[in-house]
């Protein structure tokens, strides 16, 4: 059965077409740099939102017009919602797709008929994988919605919660593996605290990272070769969240020996709600050799949430892809749209609005991206500015050979330095030329 009869497999047309279900800029095949545009994004669905999202908000109930979901918990439902989520892949042409285990599968408030309710589901999610070609990017474990986790679940100060968060990774990962998925996320989105006066921060800190350990543990005893990855934010629901941002993540997986076993998945959404660019997060991960996954989405500066909004902003598409190609391309991880629909925005093919813009847009962030390569300038101004690292002095200094004393000796026999200008605006004027 066709859930989406009326929607034609979304195709590149161009610049100049006019047809709202056509790509205008993604051509899955055209090269760029020698690689596909296809191979480039790696694009992922998130199926928490294609399939699970009832658009609501704080103050109004869900909108989403779904009809072929009867909103039981019953494996049959979500088998059902698995059938029309790979029929979309199909039609809009994405080639992976995301997942929390309570997204594809329901919570049964009963650990052992949920997990048996989840292997179903992953037996059928499988079957649909081997039809179509199409790919797990990454799996997680829904550690946040459910109320015993209210408190945390690494974090949790009763160790009985921790336990069952365990379990549930485990059955999560084992689900991500049997489905052959690339990677597995890690979002503490519980993991931190409202208040600090019943909050022993350490301890919290030492189970989280046992319990990553253990996961650590568990990928080689079940041959699991996939890449771990944490997804920082700062805060929401949690006041203040521990992975709250690139930087504290790496300085966490540092801390506790675990930087060789993880890299970061970064949100554009939540670099925002940490006070940064998307730019600023990508360029720390790559720093540390870190950067493993993007989630693909804006938010809006005015609102203080997660709005979890689809990407239309070139400027914030372009300087994505100049990280992505500056770091050789994903390897393990993508572009995953862990993006929503407006609450106004209902209907079942606003689905395919949504994502066609996000697709195209990244496309358009591609295109600038290797043109700001190719055409050199802003490459070559940044070299030139770090010049004197390059000389005598500064190739000392980087090399840890240089004293204070030595340094000082050097200043006492030299005129006061004269700095060169930044040129900030030259080359914001050669990315609008560009763009």
């Given at each position: 059965?066709?859930?989406?009869?009326?929607?034609?497999?979304?195709?590149?047309?161009?610049?100049?077409?006019?047809?709202?279900?056509?790509?205008?800029?993604?051509?899955?095949?055209?090269?760029?740099?020698?690689?596909?545009?296809?191979?480039?994004?790696?694009?992922?669905?998130?199926?928490?939102?294609?399939?699970?999202?009832?658009?609501?908000?704080?103050?109004?109930?869900?909108?989403?017009?779904?009809?072929?979901?009867?909103?039981?918990?019953?494996?049959?439902?979500?088998?059902?919602?698995?059938?029309?989520?790979?029929?979309?892949?199909?039609?809009?042409?994405?080639?992976?797709?995301?997942?929390?285990?309570?997204?594809?599968?329901?919570?049964?408030?009963?650990?052992?008929?949920?997990?048996?309710?989840?292997?179903?589901?992953?037996?059928?999610?499988?079957?649909?994988?081997?039809?179509?070609?199409?790919?797990?990017?990454?799996?997680?474990?829904?550690?946040?919605?459910?109320?015993?986790?209210?408190?945390?679940?690494?974090?949790?100060?009763?160790?009985?919660?921790?336990?069952?968060?365990?379990?549930?990774?485990?059955?999560?990962?084992?689900?991500?593996?049997?489905?052959?998925?690339?990677?597995?996320?890690?979002?503490?989105?519980?993991?931190?605290?409202?208040?600090?006066?019943?909050?022993?921060?350490?301890?919290?800190?030492?189970?989280?990272?046992?319990?990553?350990?253990?996961?650590?543990?568990?990928?080689?005893?079940?041959?699991?070769?996939?890449?771990?990855y944490i997804e920082p934010k700062p805060r929401e629901p949690s006041t203040h969240q521990y992975d709250s941002?690139?930087?504290?993540?790496?300085?966490?997986?540092?801390?506790?020996?675990?930087?060789?076993?993880?890299?970061?998945?970064?949100?554009?959404?939540?670099?925002?709600?940490?006070?940064?660019?998307?730019?600023?997060?990508?360029?720390?991960?790559?720093?540390?050799?870190?950067?493993?996954?993007?989630?693909?989405?804006?938010?809006?500066?005015?609102?203080?949430?997660?709005?979890?909004?689809?990407?239309?902003?070139?400027?914030?598409?372009?300087?994505?892809?100049?990280?992505?190609?500056?770091?050789?391309?994903?390897?393990?991880?993508?572009?995953?749209?862990?993006?929503?629909?407006?609450?106004?925005?209902?209907?079942?093919?606003?689905?395919?609005?949504?994502?066609?813009?996000?697709?195209?847009?990244?496309?358009?962030?591609?295109?600038?991206?290797?043109?700001?390569?190719?055409?050199?300038?802003?490459?070559?101004?940044?070299?030139?500015?770090?010049?004197?690292?390059?000389?005598?002095?500064?190739?000392?200094?980087?090399?840890?050979?240089?004293?204070?004393?030595?340094?000082?000796?050097?200043?006492?026999?030299?005129?006061?330095?004269?700095?060169?200008?930044?040129?900030?605006?030259?080359?914001?004027?050669?990315?609008?030329?560009?763009?």
């Open positions: 059965m066709a859930h989406f009869p009326e929607i034609p497999k979304i195709a590149y047309e161009g610049p100049k077409s006019k047809n709202p279900l056509a790509f205008k800029h993604y051509n899955p095949d055209e090269l760029i740099e020698g690689k596909s545009m296809r191979d480039h994004m790696r694009f992922g669905a998130a199926y928490w939102h294609v399939m699970r999202n009832s658009l609501s908000d704080p103050f109004g109930g869900g909108t989403a017009v779904m009809p072929w979901d009867d909103y039981s918990d019953s494996v049959d439902n979500a088998k059902k919602r698995a059938d029309v989520f790979f029929e979309f892949l199909e039609k809009i042409d994405i080639d992976y797709y995301c997942f929390h285990d309570r997204d594809i599968a329901p919570e049964l408030n009963d650990f052992n008929k949920s997990t048996e309710a989840l292997n179903a589901v992953v037996d059928h999610l499988g079957g649909l994988q081997k039809a179509t070609g199409k790919k797990l990017l990454w799996g997680t474990a829904c550690l946040f919605s459910h109320p015993r986790y209210s408190q945390g679940a690494g974090t949790s100060p009763d160790a009985r919660v921790f336990a069952y968060g365990c379990a549930q990774v485990k059955a999560a990962m084992d689900a991500t593996h049997k489905l052959g998925g690339e990677g597995y996320t890690f979002w503490g989105g519980r993991e931190g605290y409202a208040t600090l006066l019943n909050t022993d921060m350490k301890r919290e800190l030492d189970h989280l990272a046992a319990l990553m350990h253990m996961a650590v543990d568990y990928a080689k005893k079940i041959g699991y070769t996939g890449q771990f941002d690139s930087a504290a993540c790496l300085n966490f997986l540092r801390e506790y020996g675990l930087l060789d076993h993880f890299k970061l998945n970064i949100e554009t959404n939540h670099a925002t709600l940490a006070g940064h660019t998307m730019e600023h997060e990508l360029t720390v991960a790559m720093a540390a050799n870190a950067l493993g996954s993007i989630d693909a989405n804006q938010g809006d500066t005015l609102l203080g949430w997660d709005t979890d909004q689809f990407p239309s902003d070139l400027y914030g598409t372009s300087k994505v892809m100049l990280k992505v190609l500056e770091m050789g391309g994903f390897t393990t991880g993508g572009l995953n749209f862990d993006a929503k629909r407006r609450r106004e925005s209902h209907e079942p093919i606003d689905l395919f609005y949504a994502h066609i813009g996000g697709m195209d847009a990244f496309a358009r962030g591609l295109k600038v991206a290797a043109a700001v390569r190719a055409d050199g300038r802003i490459g070559d101004m940044l070299k030139k500015r770090y010049a004197t690292w390059d000389t005598d002095l500064g190739a000392k200094i980087e090399a840890g050979k240089a004293s204070f004393d030595e340094l000082t000796e050097w200043v006492k026999s030299q005129p006061e330095p004269v700095l060169a200008s930044g040129r900030q605006e030259l080359l914001e004027n050669i990315l609008n030329e560009l763009l």
